[in-house]
């Protein structure tokens, strides 16, 4: 059974930081591209940032600079440090796990972060 269990979320004022987790299991961890994508209230779904088997890194240009991704295949765990956070970050973060190219996607349960002003 696959499981990706994301924590980490919360309430923090503006300028603050958060790191978010998504530990994985059931899954050849690492053979798959993790993903964090965001979904703020009213609005889409939307890739934050992306890290491969290779450790290659890819980010929403609202966030470049600001937050990191990154993976430890050992623990089966994948992160989104987020620092510098506004308020237009809040929203539900989701981890998304999907390999290529022969398939196999999944997705957390999500995990709310908050960015007062």
């Known amino acids: 059974q696959v499981q990706l269990v994301e924590s980490g979320g919360g309430l923090v004022q503006a300028g603050g930081s958060l790191r978010l987790s998504c530990a994985a299991s059931?899954?050849?961890?690492?053979?798959?591209?993790m993903n964090w994508y965001r979904q703020a209230p009213g609005k889409q779904r939307e890739l934050v940032a992306s890290i491969s088997p290779t450790r290659s890194t890819n980010y929403a240009d609202s966030v470049k600079g600001r937050f990191t991704i990154s993976r430890d295949n050992a623990k089966n765990t994948a992160y989104l440090q987020m620092n510098s956070l506004k308020p237009e970050d809040t929203a539900v973060y989701y981890c998304y796990a999907i390999r290529v190219p022969s398939g196999g996607r999944y997705w957390g349960q999500g995990t709310q972060v908050t960015v007062s002003s």
């Open positions: 059931g899954i050849a961890f690492s053979l798959y591209t």
